[in-house]
């Protein structure tokens, strides 16, 4: 790897489709999507759905616009959705329940544990009544972005999902990295979501297809979301030519072990430089604590960028890098490299 190459660890949306992937985008079957008869679209939908477990599913342009069809679905105008407090849903996706689905929002701090425990679910849903919309969806996130790549382990999700189902309320998950979770935790994706009503999971992050997510869930749940996708400007035409790079996307699930290392390993050389502090990532996503060295994200941000490393500001002093299948062993010793010239130079 040259000096000169920028090494982009913004998020592992910045992946690049494989040759591979390039040439099934050129040679894919293709039909028009709406009517149902794109053969390579089918066949992506049916393989997704296998890969979490789930009856159906549907391919999607965004994982934002998957979780707000699933939101739309789930719910009736006017209810209220229980959320964590900085779940992907709540914090980044434009207030698209309150905007698209007319839903009032409540949230639950989990803290660490990034999902909430059964008991704050059950004091969490409220009955419909003359003062109080009723809760209609309780929805979960695993892995947890914002709490830096966290893979919540099967128990936490059940028990989360089984008190609000046990309440007559769905439960959707944000899987955005699902498949991060289930790498991380050794545990099947079908295994890991068998008490979630529906799922989102992204194609394009750690999987590398160029863009797509996919939304499962039971047959009848599926046949709904697929009306609302229409109602978003969601409905493509010959799709098959980006779907065919998400069916090998599919195929790098298993590989996802190696961002985790990378993360890893780079996690442990930036927690060497002095003044930053950064524990130990259970996935792909390494949170770099600058406050000990008084260092503000937003000035760390922009000179780890003029040193060639690519990384997203997450709050004051929080900075997030992301491994991903562009990044090799090599790029992250290249990256710890010039990170310490700029804590360096920073606290000089």
Same mark, same amino acid.
């Given at each position: 790897m040259s000096t000169d190459d920028f090494i982009d660890m913004r998020s592992d949306t910045v992946t690049r489709p494989s040759e591979a992937m390039r040439d099934a985008a050129r040679d894919a079957d293709v039909g028009d999507d709406v009517y149902r008869d794109d053969p390579t679209v089918n066949e992506l939908e049916r393989r997704a759905a296998d890969a979490v477990g789930m009856e159906a599913a549907l391919y999607t342009p965004s994982g934002t616009m998957a979780n707000q069809i699933a939101i739309n679905v789930h719910t009736d105008p006017g209810q209220e959705v229980l959320l964590e407090r900085e779940s992907h849903v709540y914090r980044w996706e434009l207030a698209g329940a309150s905007a698209l689905s007319g839903l009032q929002t409540r949230t639950i701090d989990a803290g660490e544990r990034c999902v909430p425990t059964l008991e704050? $679910?059950?004091?969490? +849903? @409220?009955?419909?009544?003359?003062?109080?919309?009723?809760?209609? %969806? *309780?929805? *979960?996130?695993?892995?947890?972005?914002?709490?830096?790549?966290?893979? @919540?382990?099967?128990?936490? %999700?059940?028990?989360?999902?089984?008190?609000?189902?046990d309440a007559g309320v769905p439960v959707h998950l944000d899987g955005a990295r699902v498949f991060n979770a289930s790498v991380a935790l050794d545990e099947p994706a079908p295994d890991l979501v068998e008490e979630i009503d529906s799922v989102t999971f992204c194609?394009?992050? #750690? %999987?590398?297809?160029? $863009?797509?997510?996919?939304?499962? !869930?039971?047959?009848?749940?599926?046949?709904?979301?697929?009306? $609302?996708?229409?109602?978003?400007?969601?409905?493509?035409?010959?799709?098959?030519m980006i779907a065919a790079p998400g069916l090998l996307a599919l195929e790098n699930v298993d590989r996802l072990a190696e961002d985790h290392a990378n993360a890893a390993a780079l996690a442990?050389? %930036?927690?060497? *430089?002095?003044?930053?502090?950064?524990?130990?990532?259970?996935?792909?996503?390494? $949170?770099?604590?600058?406050?000990?060295?008084?260092?503000?994200? !937003?000035?760390? @941000?922009?000179?780890?960028?003029?040193? #060639? @490393?690519?990384?997203?500001?997450?709050?004051?002093?929080?900075?997030?890098?992301?491994?991903? *299948?562009? +990044? !090799?062993?090599?790029d992250v010793d290249e990256a710890v490299d010039r990170v310490s010239e700029v804590v360096a130079a920073l606290s000089a």
């Open positions: 704050e $679910v059950e004091r969490g +849903i @409220v009955e419909e009544d003359l003062h109080r919309p009723g809760t209609g %969806l *309780l929805t *979960l996130e695993n892995t947890h972005n914002y709490r830096g790549g966290i893979a @919540v382990p099967k128990e936490r %999700l059940d028990a989360a999902a089984t008190a609000a189902r194609l394009s992050k #750690g %999987l590398g297809a160029p $863009v797509g997510s996919i939304l499962a !869930g039971d047959e009848a749940f599926i046949e709904a979301a697929r009306r $609302v996708r229409k109602l978003f400007g969601g409905g493509m035409r010959q799709a098959g442990a050389g %930036l927690d060497d *430089l002095p003044g930053v502090s950064v524990p130990e990532p259970d996935t792909n996503i390494v $949170v770099a604590d600058t406050e000990a060295a008084g260092i503000e994200a !937003g000035e760390f @941000v922009e000179a780890c960028t003029d040193a #060639g @490393v690519g990384c997203g500001e997450f709050d004051a002093y929080t900075t997030r890098f992301t491994t991903h *299948l562009g +990044i !090799g062993g090599e």
